[in-house]
């Protein structure tokens, strides 16, 4: 079992940056994989970006981007707090929506899982972008 908990959503002006934070608790050999997804209204949900390691600090880490946020997007842990953070820059309308953080065991080194594969989910934290 795995807790995850967002924050750092906020609202800023196009350009703009903000870092969101995802702490999680519980079974450590379950955040083999996590990752951001987004949804914005009337639209589905969308995965962001991923991070695939496991609960040792030495094991090589992997990550994935959608199209729309490489470049401006940064995924990293912390493992010795096991926190999820997702630093986001040059930020524009379109990446208005509300941000989740899941997680699973099974690992996600070959590519963005969907977001309907991660077995967790926070509650989510939201983003507005508008000037």
């Known amino acids: 079992e795995v807790r995850l908990l967002e924050s750092g959503g906020g609202s800023v002006q196009p350009g703009g940056s903000l870092k969101l934070s995802c702490a999680a608790s519980g079974s450590t050999v379950s955040t083999t994989c996590m990752g951001w997804i987004r949804q914005a209204p009337g639209k589905e949900r969308e995965g962001v970006a991923s991070?695939?390691?496991?609960?040792?600090?030495?094991?090589?880490?992997?990550?994935h981007y959608t199209d729309s946020v490489k470049g401006r997007f940064t995924i990293s842990k912390d493992y010795a707090k096991n926190i999820l953070y997702l630093q986001m820059n040059d930020l524009n309308p379109e990446d208005t929506a509300m941000y989740y953080c899941?997680?699973?065991?099974?690992?996600?080194?070959?590519?963005?899982?969907?977001?309907?594969?991660?077995?967790?989910w926070g509650q989510g934290t939201q983003v507005t972008v508008s000037s």
């Open positions: 991070i695939n390691s496991g609960p040792q600090t030495t094991q090589s880490q992997t990550t």
């Open positions: 899941g997680a699973r065991r099974i690992g996600c080194s070959s590519g963005l899982p969907a977001p309907g594969d991660f077995a967790f």
